[in-house]
Protein backbone atom coordinates (compact mmCIF):
# COMPACT_ATOMS: atom_id res chain seq x y z
CA UNK A 1 0.00 0.00 0.00
CA UNK A 2 1.22 3.33 -1.51
CA UNK A 3 0.75 6.23 0.93
CA UNK A 4 1.58 9.99 -0.19
CA UNK A 5 1.30 13.70 0.98
CA UNK A 6 -1.17 15.48 -0.23
CA UNK A 7 0.08 18.85 -1.52
CA UNK A 8 0.26 21.66 1.18
CA UNK A 9 -1.34 24.46 -0.86
CA UNK A 10 -4.00 23.03 -3.16
CA UNK A 11 -7.03 22.30 -1.04
CA UNK A 12 -10.61 22.93 -2.34
CA UNK A 13 -13.10 23.34 0.81
CA UNK A 14 -16.82 22.57 0.43
CA UNK A 15 -17.91 24.12 3.88
CA UNK A 16 -21.77 22.89 5.15
CA UNK A 17 -23.19 25.93 7.59
CA UNK A 18 -25.64 24.03 8.22
CA UNK A 19 -24.21 20.50 9.55
CA UNK A 20 -24.88 19.51 13.03
CA UNK A 21 -21.63 20.60 14.60
CA UNK A 22 -21.12 23.25 12.66
CA UNK A 23 -24.44 25.02 13.03
CA UNK A 24 -23.96 24.65 16.48
CA UNK A 25 -20.69 26.22 16.89
CA UNK A 26 -21.02 29.18 14.40
CA UNK A 27 -18.28 27.88 11.75
CA UNK A 28 -17.88 30.52 9.00
CA UNK A 29 -15.99 29.97 6.02
CA UNK A 30 -13.72 33.12 7.30
CA UNK A 31 -12.84 31.17 11.04
CA UNK A 32 -12.14 28.16 8.77
CA UNK A 33 -9.79 30.17 6.69
CA UNK A 34 -8.06 31.43 9.53
CA UNK A 35 -7.69 27.55 11.15
CA UNK A 36 -5.92 26.80 7.42
CA UNK A 37 -3.43 29.66 7.27
CA UNK A 38 -2.54 29.23 10.68
CA UNK A 39 -1.25 25.41 9.86
CA UNK A 40 0.84 26.69 6.93
CA UNK A 41 -2.30 25.60 4.21
CA UNK A 42 -3.95 27.64 1.92
CA UNK A 43 -7.31 26.71 0.30
CA UNK A 44 -10.82 27.62 -1.76
CA UNK A 45 -13.27 27.42 1.06
CA UNK A 46 -17.02 27.03 -0.89
CA UNK A 47 -19.89 27.79 1.89
CA UNK A 48 -22.25 28.80 -0.58
CA UNK A 49 -25.37 26.97 0.73
CA UNK A 50 -27.85 28.52 -1.44
CA UNK A 51 -26.48 26.37 -4.06
CA UNK A 52 -27.42 23.17 -5.08
CA UNK A 53 -24.36 20.95 -3.75
CA UNK A 54 -23.94 19.25 -6.88
CA UNK A 55 -23.03 22.08 -8.94
CA UNK A 56 -20.90 23.00 -6.01
CA UNK A 57 -18.99 19.80 -5.97
CA UNK A 58 -18.15 20.35 -9.92
CA UNK A 59 -16.94 23.79 -8.71
CA UNK A 60 -14.41 21.68 -6.63
CA UNK A 61 -13.60 19.46 -9.54
CA UNK A 62 -13.21 22.06 -12.03
CA UNK A 63 -10.64 23.45 -9.95
CA UNK A 64 -8.21 20.94 -10.23
CA UNK A 65 -7.31 21.02 -6.53
CA UNK A 66 -5.63 17.63 -5.58
CA UNK A 67 -7.37 17.43 -2.29
CA UNK A 68 -11.40 18.11 -2.19
CA UNK A 69 -12.33 18.42 1.58
CA UNK A 70 -15.81 17.65 2.92
CA UNK A 71 -16.28 20.14 5.86
CA UNK A 72 -19.77 18.75 7.24
CA UNK A 73 -21.54 15.61 7.94
CA UNK A 74 -21.83 12.00 6.42
CA UNK A 75 -24.44 13.39 3.69
CA UNK A 76 -21.74 15.92 2.90
CA UNK A 77 -19.00 13.42 2.29
CA UNK A 78 -21.03 10.65 0.95
CA UNK A 79 -21.72 13.31 -1.96
CA UNK A 80 -18.38 14.02 -2.73
CA UNK A 81 -16.81 10.33 -2.23
CA UNK A 82 -19.72 9.59 -5.05
CA UNK A 83 -17.68 12.26 -7.60
CA UNK A 84 -13.98 11.30 -6.14
CA UNK A 85 -14.77 7.73 -6.93
CA UNK A 86 -12.17 6.07 -9.33
CA UNK A 87 -9.88 9.34 -9.80
CA UNK A 88 -6.58 9.99 -8.17
CA UNK A 89 -7.92 12.99 -6.14
CA UNK A 90 -8.26 12.89 -2.25
CA UNK A 91 -10.75 13.02 -0.05
CA UNK A 92 -10.17 15.27 3.15
CA UNK A 93 -12.92 15.28 6.01
CA UNK A 94 -13.42 17.52 8.73
CA UNK A 95 -16.16 16.54 10.90
CA UNK A 96 -19.20 18.91 11.33
CA UNK A 97 -21.93 16.38 11.55
CA UNK A 98 -23.67 14.58 14.24
CA UNK A 99 -22.73 10.89 13.90
CA UNK A 100 -19.48 11.80 11.99
CA UNK A 101 -19.03 7.74 11.21
CA UNK A 102 -16.24 8.16 8.38
CA UNK A 103 -13.96 10.69 10.64
CA UNK A 104 -13.99 8.30 13.09
CA UNK A 105 -13.10 5.30 11.06
CA UNK A 106 -10.12 6.82 9.85
CA UNK A 107 -9.33 8.18 13.51
CA UNK A 108 -9.58 12.19 12.19
CA UNK A 109 -10.27 14.02 15.37
CA UNK A 110 -13.61 15.24 15.65
CA UNK A 111 -12.10 19.14 17.11
CA UNK A 112 -11.76 20.96 14.42
CA UNK A 113 -8.42 22.51 15.07
CA UNK A 114 -6.70 19.26 15.23
CA UNK A 115 -8.73 17.87 12.60
CA UNK A 116 -7.43 21.02 10.23
CA UNK A 117 -3.94 20.47 11.52
CA UNK A 118 -3.96 16.68 10.77
CA UNK A 119 -4.50 17.35 7.37
CA UNK A 120 -1.71 19.61 7.14
CA UNK A 121 0.42 16.82 7.80
CA UNK A 122 -1.86 13.48 6.40
CA UNK A 123 -1.16 11.19 4.26
CA UNK A 124 -3.16 9.53 1.10
CA UNK A 125 -4.67 5.82 2.07
CA UNK A 126 -7.05 4.00 -0.58
CA UNK A 127 -10.01 2.71 0.87
CA UNK A 128 -13.11 0.35 -0.97
CA UNK A 129 -16.73 1.79 -1.18
CA UNK A 130 -19.72 0.24 -1.55
CA UNK A 131 -22.33 0.35 -4.39
CA UNK A 132 -26.06 -0.46 -4.50
CA UNK A 133 -27.67 0.11 -7.98
CA UNK A 134 -25.00 2.32 -9.23
CA UNK A 135 -24.79 4.63 -5.93
CA UNK A 136 -21.67 4.71 -3.95
CA UNK A 137 -21.97 4.46 -0.13
CA UNK A 138 -19.11 4.34 2.65
CA UNK A 139 -20.56 2.58 5.66
CA UNK A 140 -23.65 0.81 5.21
CA UNK A 141 -27.08 0.55 3.80
CA UNK A 142 -30.01 -0.57 5.87
CA UNK A 143 -33.21 -1.88 4.93
CA UNK A 144 -36.44 -2.42 7.16
CA UNK A 145 -37.34 -0.89 10.29
CA UNK A 146 -34.20 0.98 11.31
CA UNK A 147 -35.06 3.19 8.33
CA UNK A 148 -38.68 4.10 10.05
CA UNK A 149 -36.82 4.76 13.53
CA UNK A 150 -34.62 7.10 11.81
CA UNK A 151 -37.04 8.86 10.02
CA UNK A 152 -38.35 9.69 13.43
CA UNK A 153 -35.16 11.63 14.17
CA UNK A 154 -35.41 13.85 12.04
CA UNK A 155 -38.34 15.24 13.95
CA UNK A 156 -36.26 16.14 16.71
CA UNK A 157 -32.90 17.05 14.85
CA UNK A 158 -31.48 20.02 15.95
CA UNK A 159 -33.44 19.94 19.65
CA UNK A 160 -31.44 19.00 22.55
CA UNK A 161 -34.35 19.81 25.34
CA UNK A 162 -34.66 16.27 27.51
CA UNK A 163 -38.55 16.73 26.12
CA UNK A 164 -37.18 16.09 22.82
CA UNK A 165 -35.73 13.09 23.55
CA UNK A 166 -37.81 11.45 25.98
CA UNK A 167 -40.52 12.40 22.85
CA UNK A 168 -38.39 10.26 20.56
CA UNK A 169 -37.74 7.54 22.84
CA UNK A 170 -41.63 6.56 23.55
CA UNK A 171 -42.04 6.64 19.40
CA UNK A 172 -39.24 4.60 18.60
CA UNK A 173 -40.17 1.60 21.43
CA UNK A 174 -43.83 2.33 20.27
CA UNK A 175 -42.23 1.17 16.64
CA UNK A 176 -40.41 -1.81 17.91
CA UNK A 177 -43.79 -3.35 20.06
CA UNK A 178 -45.77 -3.15 16.47
CA UNK A 179 -42.85 -3.43 13.97
CA UNK A 180 -43.94 -6.16 11.64
CA UNK A 181 -41.51 -8.54 9.68
CA UNK A 182 -40.77 -8.01 5.55
CA UNK A 183 -40.32 -10.78 3.31
CA UNK A 184 -37.48 -10.39 0.61
CA UNK A 185 -35.41 -12.66 -1.03
CA UNK A 186 -31.43 -12.77 -0.82
CA UNK A 187 -29.27 -13.54 -3.35
CA UNK A 188 -25.60 -13.60 -2.46
CA UNK A 189 -23.00 -13.54 -5.66
CA UNK A 190 -21.42 -17.17 -4.03
CA UNK A 191 -24.63 -19.28 -2.50
CA UNK A 192 -28.17 -20.17 -2.77
CA UNK A 193 -31.13 -17.66 -3.39
CA UNK A 194 -33.52 -17.63 -0.06
CA UNK A 195 -36.40 -16.11 1.09
CA UNK A 196 -35.93 -14.72 4.40
CA UNK A 197 -39.07 -12.88 6.75
CA UNK A 198 -36.63 -9.89 9.01
CA UNK A 199 -36.64 -7.29 10.75
CA UNK A 200 -34.04 -5.23 9.21
CA UNK A 201 -31.16 -5.98 6.64
CA UNK A 202 -28.00 -4.26 6.72
CA UNK A 203 -25.02 -4.08 4.19
CA UNK A 204 -22.26 -2.48 5.02
CA UNK A 205 -18.46 -1.83 3.14
CA UNK A 206 -16.43 -4.21 4.88
CA UNK A 207 -17.28 -5.46 8.57
CA UNK A 208 -18.10 -3.90 12.08
CA UNK A 209 -15.92 -4.52 15.33
CA UNK A 210 -16.59 -6.70 18.14
CA UNK A 211 -15.11 -4.96 21.32
CA UNK A 212 -15.83 -3.33 24.34
CA UNK A 213 -17.17 0.12 23.98
CA UNK A 214 -16.75 -0.64 19.80
CA UNK A 215 -20.38 0.96 18.69
CA UNK A 216 -20.60 0.68 14.71
CA UNK A 217 -16.68 1.44 14.53
CA UNK A 218 -14.10 -0.43 11.77
CA UNK A 219 -11.00 -0.45 11.60
CA UNK A 220 -10.07 -2.16 8.36
CA UNK A 221 -11.63 -0.26 5.16
CA UNK A 222 -9.85 -1.73 2.57
CA UNK A 223 -10.88 -5.66 3.02
CA UNK A 224 -12.16 -5.92 -0.02
CA UNK A 225 -15.55 -7.08 0.92
CA UNK A 226 -19.42 -6.32 2.06
CA UNK A 227 -20.75 -7.54 5.16
CA UNK A 228 -24.39 -8.74 5.14
CA UNK A 229 -26.01 -8.38 8.52
CA UNK A 230 -29.85 -10.23 8.57
CA UNK A 231 -31.75 -9.07 11.86
CA UNK A 232 -34.76 -11.77 11.86
CA UNK A 233 -36.26 -10.17 15.17
CA UNK A 234 -36.61 -6.50 16.70
CA UNK A 235 -38.48 -5.77 19.79
CA UNK A 236 -38.18 -3.90 22.58
CA UNK A 237 -36.15 -6.46 24.56
CA UNK A 238 -34.07 -7.44 21.44
CA UNK A 239 -32.89 -3.81 21.20
CA UNK A 240 -31.97 -3.36 24.87
CA UNK A 241 -30.19 -6.37 24.68
CA UNK A 242 -28.26 -6.25 21.44
CA UNK A 243 -27.38 -2.68 22.50
CA UNK A 244 -25.91 -4.13 25.79
CA UNK A 245 -23.60 -6.64 23.90
CA UNK A 246 -22.52 -3.77 21.57
CA UNK A 247 -21.28 -1.83 24.28
CA UNK A 248 -19.64 -5.30 26.23
CA UNK A 249 -17.93 -6.26 22.33
CA UNK A 250 -20.05 -9.69 22.08
CA UNK A 251 -22.48 -8.74 19.90
CA UNK A 252 -22.19 -10.56 16.61
CA UNK A 253 -23.48 -13.91 18.99
CA UNK A 254 -27.04 -12.53 19.45
CA UNK A 255 -29.25 -14.85 18.49
CA UNK A 256 -31.39 -12.24 16.64
CA UNK A 257 -28.46 -11.97 14.32
CA UNK A 258 -26.32 -13.41 11.20
CA UNK A 259 -23.87 -12.15 9.45
CA UNK A 260 -21.77 -13.05 6.36
CA UNK A 261 -18.86 -11.79 4.13
CA UNK A 262 -19.64 -11.79 0.16
CA UNK A 263 -18.51 -9.93 -2.58
CA UNK A 264 -22.13 -9.06 -3.79
CA UNK A 265 -25.81 -9.63 -2.91
CA UNK A 266 -29.31 -9.35 -4.77
CA UNK A 267 -32.22 -8.18 -2.09
CA UNK A 268 -35.53 -8.26 -3.37
CA UNK A 269 -38.83 -7.22 -2.41
CA UNK A 270 -42.25 -7.08 -4.11
CA UNK A 271 -42.74 -3.63 -2.58
CA UNK A 272 -42.20 -1.14 -5.88
CA UNK A 273 -40.04 0.80 -3.26
CA UNK A 274 -38.20 -0.10 -0.21
CA UNK A 275 -37.31 2.50 2.49
CA UNK A 276 -33.63 2.28 3.12
CA UNK A 277 -30.97 4.13 5.82
CA UNK A 278 -28.16 4.98 2.97
CA UNK A 279 -25.09 6.18 4.81
CA UNK A 280 -27.74 7.79 7.63
CA UNK A 281 -29.92 9.64 5.40
CA UNK A 282 -33.33 8.09 5.05
CA UNK A 283 -34.74 7.59 1.38
CA UNK A 284 -36.68 5.42 -0.73
CA UNK A 285 -35.08 2.83 -3.46
CA UNK A 286 -36.40 0.85 -6.31
CA UNK A 287 -35.83 -2.75 -5.26
CA UNK A 288 -34.00 -5.23 -6.55
CA UNK A 289 -31.38 -3.44 -4.08
CA UNK A 290 -27.96 -4.78 -6.02
CA UNK A 291 -24.90 -4.30 -4.01
CA UNK A 292 -21.05 -4.81 -5.05
CA UNK A 293 -18.17 -3.81 -3.69
CA UNK A 294 -15.45 -1.36 -5.22
CA UNK A 295 -11.97 -2.57 -3.50
CA UNK A 296 -9.36 0.66 -2.52
CA UNK A 297 -11.26 2.91 -5.10
CA UNK A 298 -11.29 6.04 -3.31
CA UNK A 299 -8.41 7.76 -2.02
CA UNK A 300 -8.80 9.56 1.33
CA UNK A 301 -6.54 11.54 3.90
CA UNK A 302 -5.45 10.10 7.12
CA UNK A 303 -3.49 11.47 10.17
CA UNK A 304 0.09 10.42 9.43
CA UNK A 305 0.49 8.62 13.07
CA UNK A 306 -2.10 6.24 11.71
CA UNK A 307 0.28 5.19 8.57
CA UNK A 308 3.12 2.13 9.67
CA UNK A 309 6.21 4.06 8.61
CA UNK A 310 6.86 1.67 5.03
CA UNK A 311 2.91 3.52 4.02
CA UNK A 312 4.39 7.11 5.00
CA UNK A 313 7.63 6.94 3.37
Known sequence: MSLSPPSPVSHYVLLNTNAGTANATGVTAESLGDLFAA?????TIDADGDRPLVDRIAAAMASGAPTIVAAGGDGTITALAATLVGTD???AI???GTVNALAKDLHVPLDLPAAVAAL???VAHRIDVGEVNGRVFLHKVVVGLIPGLAA???HIR???DASAKIGFLRYMFRRLARARRIAVVIQPSEGERRVERVQAIAVSSNAYDE????FFSRHVLDGGTLTLYVLRHLNPGD???LTASMLLGHWQNDEALTMESVQAVTIDSRKSLIKVMFDGEVENLQPPLQFSIRPRSLSVIVPAEYATPAEAA
Open 158 to 160: GRY
Open 211 to 214: GLGQ
Open 152 to 154: GRE
Open 39 to 43: NGLTA
Open 94 to 96: LPL
Open 89 to 91: RNL
Open 239 to 241: FLR
Open 120 to 122: ATG
